[in-house]
């Protein structure tokens, strides 16, 4: 999950590094302070090095989270919070030298290998690239979305909630409801499932996937009306040419 990240900082010990050994993501935050993200001054960084228990290391790692202004709630050694970490560093080498890292972009290959350039400025994103990945999870954060380890996913559900929510038509609906959204959120607990499992979480998950698929069903009844409406407006009104006709034999 860290591979791509930690070989593109350089770090060091990559075959060994194990997010489930405390003294590994130790290690880890201790050269990406010193190395990358330089946030504290050098004396500063003496309660992240000393090798204290557990719970007194976590107290320190929170503090320095909150130095950094991380985004997410959660403030131990979690996989989200790590990623995050090394986003961080990442945008930051990107931000020392950037020209560096444009010299080769998707249109200077796109032109080697003899294929005409896109008029489209997106066709030239690079959506693999490490500073991309920060600014998508920037965005999920300000938009209230849930990460997901896939950043791809992420931009998914940014697109669709901008589109429904954000766009013309969505900003007109709003308007039009008096500026209340009330109407728009449904509590799963009104949701009827049709039959009972005894667990809770596999209840609720089976209520999201019920909803997604009837939303589903919606957007699919919408293309065929829309579809009929296309053939209607070719065969109600058939257009002949009378100069063909012929009366009798």
């Not at 896109?118 to 300000?142: C, H, V, W, Y």
């Not at 940014?158 to 008096?178: F, H, N, P, Q, T």
Request: neutral net charge; charged residues 30%; contains cysteine.
């Amino acid at each position: 999950m860290f591979a791509r990240k930690l070989k593109a900082l350089g770090y060091p010990s990559i075959s060994n590094f194990d997010h489930s050994d405390q003294k590994k993501i130790q290690e880890l935050v201790i050269w990406l302070e010193d190395q990358k993200i330089c946030h504290y001054k050098i004396e500063d960084r003496v309660a992240l090095r000393k090798p204290s228990d557990i719970s007194s290391w976590q107290k320190e790692f929170s503090k320095y989270l909150d130095d950094l202004s991380c985004p997410h709630s959660d403030r131990t050694n979690s996989p989200v919070t790590t990623d995050w970490l090394l986003g961080l560093a990442v945008r930051l080498v990107y931000g020392e030298n950037p020209q560096r890292y444009r010299k080769c972009t998707k249109q200077t290959n796109s032109a080697s290998k003899g294929v005409a350039p896109s008029s489209n400025p997106l066709d030239s994103l690079d959506f693999d690239d490490e500073a991309m990945k920060a600014g998508i999870t920037t965005l999920a954060t300000l938009l209230q979305i849930p990460p997901h380890h896939d950043h791809k996913e992420v931009l998914k559900a940014i697109c669709k909630l901008v589109k429904e929510r954000l766009s013309k038509e969505g900003l007109e609906l709003y308007s039009a409801d008096g500026g209340d959204d009330s109407k728009d959120k449904l509590q799963l607990e009104s949701v009827d499932m049709g039959f009972h499992t005894g667990d809770y979480v596999t209840e609720e998950a089976v209520k999201i996937l019920r909803l997604l698929h009837i939303q589903n069903l919606r957007q699919l009844q919408s293309q065929i009306n829309e579809a009929l409406v296309i053939v209607q407006n070719v065969t109600a009104n058939p257009k002949t040419d009378q100069r063909l006709g012929k009366i009798g034999r």
